[in-house]
């Protein structure tokens, strides 16, 4: 090694010892207040990016934009009309409307009936229903970042899962449902965590970058269940969709129809505590978390980095997989190709929002299920492709990945970063 | 601790020696299992040399094999080779390999299209065709991280350069605007990536995620709001294919390299150009220098963030020719997340092409056959489901990540945002 390499070597390992103090330290107070208000400035001014892109696709404004002069007051008011339109098409989409509510109330003390009730609490449960795999996947990607790790293939991992646990859903028979429905649950996660781990070995043992094997992986997860669903696993019929799974196995309900609402969120919840746990108050949480701030200095402390590369994938996966599994045995109650649509890509976003820590994933993947299912509604009523989310998605990541823009959007003073993850290497070792 | 890395590596090396040899065994055997096995001894096997469509090369006959001999022979080869490696070794892999491949491919053909006949040359000017877009993406992988900036936005900018080739194409009537419009957009995201990562040094990975769905929404959601309401704004028409004057006559090399459109020759032009400049111009070395020792460069006077910003956005420029590959290249319209992964595998071409565009160009055109392979194996209704066919490409990718075939180095500063002291 020459003399310039080995210098070079040093520096970095100088900043790499720093960035595990900074991330085993505990955030400063000061700092706090600007954690909280840099993600929800970051949604806001989202937001209102979204809005002109809103506006200016709109044809029928853009008409009036085009005499301008003449008559500045319309095309504002277009434009006002446009985005409210929108938005109150998002709200109404993922929180309910409250004309609606106030009506279902007067009815229920009226009549007794409960159907108009059950009718507006529909989108909020829609948005609890759509969160659940986002925390699932949100906590897988959080888990990877802590220990240094960017897995893309959540929604591969996704698939994965979800095949796995439809399989067990389906195919075994006569189980109670304390024993079929956690079977059928972890089958899936085990699963896609063993399909992850792959990538954590290649990265281990040959330093391949994990990035692009997790988005291979993606592709063959893919096709391997466009096959499944079209041969082995095919019900009868013509569409490529799977039997249903046994009764044994599905998520409890709490509500009858139309509230999708199940026992899912709780379970979510639940992993999202566990996973807190694992990482802050355990010995393995401390490894990956060490192997993440810094490979070399844990290896020098005695740290199996490869041992974590691979446990903290498996773990990864195995979360990611539970959303696939929560989505089959909870909401589907069968598997059709192209199920997912792309939460295990948004979950990304929603790691990143949520600062890879699980409340914050938490607190993201509320917001994202809420945003997501309002976006349903927007487009069939606003006429708003369902698109915008991910636009809406890749501003709030660069706002939250460079502070320094929104800083200087709202003048905001700079105070000391804490806890960056560094995830690029180069593609070697 | 010099002296325990030097044992380590020795042993790495003595591994991944005898597991060469084994590998080579395995090949033999595979051959034999499979398609020694299931072939009937009379059946011969046709390779089509001439070009299914009209043509100004010079005819060839066909090459006419008898499959069961053929194959015993390619077994022969590949377990000579393995025992030879096993016994005696070869100084050096990379050629064995490349004949062991070979074989495997060559016994995959002989058995798939035996007691048929298949075309090679229109498989081979097809792989061609399918590396384009992966071989652009590659060169700009390689302008990007040769100046130390990680591109995994490369998806992103083909994407909307495709999208915007299609769009404005149709608008202006014109490709070659529509192609400008494609470099132009493509750019753009380019220069966002750079400011990201080399201003606000956020991680290249994130900043390159970002951009990634940022097209892909972008993308989509003006593709269902016009292009897919007013059909007339999705329909640029395409780049027709051009025989090259005296160069398209020659046999086999004619039609399967110089009967294509335009973009393919730009892509050959863009091969030889960077080539040049990157490893014979003062620009190439004060870009390596930068990738390699930023600190170095800038002390002797290198500007590295002026050397980054401009290969970043020149990187940007290459990946949006290759989006507009993809509608006004091949297909001639945008439909939603068209490109697919291609992005991405032109960054595993860049990787085993070890940051070398003549490399990059060669595992491109790997790439592109095995994607090419696939549908020319549907055709000839091999009993295997198109689904794991159409894994072959990335399959591919993550054998060649994982260094089976030698350790690729990046550029030593590859990644790490500079800072200015």
Not at chain 1, 160 to 171: E, F, Q
Not at chain 2, 206 to 220: D, Q
Not at chain 2, 234 to 257: D, E, T
Request: aromatic share 12%; charged share 10%.
């Amino acid at each position: 090694m020459s003399e310039q390499k080995e210098r070079a070597l040093q520096n970095s390992q100088d900043t790499r010892a720093q960035a595990l103090a900074r991330l085993l330290l505990r955030p400063a107070r000061g700092s706090l207040w600007q954690a909280i208000l840099l993600p929800v400035l970051a949604v806001f001014t989202a937001l209102i990016i979204g809005a002109l892109v809103i506006v200016f696709t709109d044809v029928q404004v853009l008409n009036l934009y085009k005499d301008f002069f003449a008559a500045p007051g319309k095309a504002l008011a277009a434009s006002w009309k446009s985005i409210a339109s929108a938005y109150s098409a998002l709200f109404k989409g993922s929180i309910g409307n409250p004309a609606e509510f106030a009506n279902a109330f007067s009815v229920l003390r009226e009549t007794g009936d409960t159907a108009p009730l059950r009718q507006a609490f529909w989108p909020i449960s829609e948005s609890l229903v759509t969160s659940v795999p986002y925390i699932f996947a949100g906590l897988a990607v959080a888990l990877g970042f802590q220990c240094g790790l960017f897995n893309i293939g959540a929604e591969g991992q996704i698939f994965i899962g979800a095949l796995a646990s439809v399989y067990v859903g389906y195919s075994v028979k006569g189980l109670p449902q304390y024993i079929h429905l956690p079977l059928a649950f972890f089958t899936g996660a085990a699963a896609a965590g063993l399909w992850a781990a792959v990538a954590g070995l290649l990265k281990a043992k040959t330093g391949a970058h994990e990035v692009i094997n997790t988005i291979m992986m993606n592709y063959i997860a893919f096709l391997l269940s466009d096959w499944l669903l079209n041969g082995p696993m095919k019900r009868p019929g013509w569409s490529p969709i799977s039997p249903a799974i046994q009764d044994s196995a599905w998520l409890p309900k709490f509500f009858p129809d139309p509230l999708r609402f199940h026992a899912g969120f709780f379970v979510a919840l639940a992993i999202a505590a566990l996973v807190y746990w694992l990482l802050f108050k355990t010995t393995i949480g401390f490894e990956i978390r060490s192997v993440g701030a810094n490979p070399d200095a844990a290896r020098y402390a005695g740290i199996s980095v490869t041992r974590n590369f691979i446990l903290a994938m498996f773990l990864s996966g195995a979360l990611a997989g539970m959303a696939g599994a929560n989505e089959v045995l909870g909401v589907n109650h069968q598997l059709a190709s192209a199920f997912s649509s792309g939460y295990g890509f948004d979950s990304i976003a929603l790691a990143l929002l949520g600062k890879s820590h699980p409340v914050g994933v938490v607190l993201a993947a509320l917001l994202f299920g809420t945003l997501r299912s309002g976006a349903t509604r927007m487009q069939s009523l606003a006429g708003v492709p369902i698109d915008i989310i991910s636009i809406l998605q890749a501003l709030v990541i660069i706002f939250i990945a460079a502070p320094a823009i929104i800083r200087w959007l709202y003048r905001l003073r700079l105070e000391r970063e804490v806890g960056e993850t560094v995830f690029t290497r180069g593609w070697g070792q | 601790m010099a002296v325990a890395a030097r044992n380590a590596e020795l042993t790495i090396a003595r591994r991944r020696h005898v597991g060469t040899g084994v590998f080579f065994l395995l090949v033999a055997l595979l051959i034999l299992a499979f398609f020694v096995r299931t072939t009937a001894p009379d059946l011969t096997t046709t390779f089509g040399l001439n070009p299914a469509r009209l043509t100004t090369a010079l005819k060839l006959p066909d090459l006419v094999l008898p499959s069961l001999p053929s194959l015993w022979f390619l077994t022969v080869v590949c377990a000579f080779l393995g025992g030879w490696q096993l016994a005696k070794g070869f100084r050096s892999t990379g050629w064995a390999l490349g004949v062991v491949a070979f074989a495997f491919v060559a016994a995959f053909l002989i058995w798939a299209a035996r007691g048929k006949s298949m075309n090679l040359v229109g498989m081979l000017s097809s792989s061609v065709l399918r590396s384009i877009p992966i071989a652009l993406a590659a060169f700009c992988g390689i302008l990007c991280e040769r100046a130390a900036v990680i591109n995994i936005a490369i998806e992103g900018m083909m994407l909307t350069g495709a999208f915007m080739a299609a769009w404005i194409g149709s608008i202006t009537h014109s490709l070659w605007i529509g192609l400008l419009a494609a470099m132009l957009a493509s750019g753009l995201l380019a220069a966002i990536l750079a400011v990201l990562s080399i201003k606000f040094k956020v991680d290249q990975i994130v900043s390159g995620t970002v951009i990634n769905i940022f097209a892909t929404g972008l993308t989509s959601y003006l593709s269902a709001k016009f292009l897919q309401v007013y059909q007339n704004l999705n329909n640029p028409g395409i780049f027709k294919p051009i025989p090259l004057p005296l160069l398209s006559r020659i046999p086999l090399i004619g039609p399967v390299f110089f009967e294509h459109n335009i973009i393919v020759y730009i892509t050959f032009l863009l091969l030889i150009l960077i080539h040049v400049m990157l490893f014979y111009t003062r620009w190439g070395l004060r870009t390596r220098a930068v990738g390699e020792h930023p600190k170095a460069a800038d002390t002797l006077g290198v500007n590295v963030f002026r050397t980054r910003y401009i290969n970043v956005i020149m990187g940007g420029l290459v990946a949006g020719i290759g989006g507009a590959f993809f509608t006004i290249g091949s297909v001639g319209r945008f439909d939603e997340v068209m490109t697919a992964g291609k992005g991405f595998i032109g960054l595993a071409a860049m990787i085993f092409g070890k940051w070398t565009p003549l490399g990059a160009f060669g595992s491109s055109i790997i790439f592109g056959f095995a994607d090419s392979l696939q549908t020319k194996l549907q055709i000839l209704q091999v009993p295997i489901p198109s689904e794991f066919l159409l894994m072959a490409p990335y399959l591919v990718t993550m054998i060649v990540l994982a260094g089976v075939i030698g350790r690729a180095v990046p550029p030593a500063a590859d990644g790490q945002p500079y800072e200015k002291q």
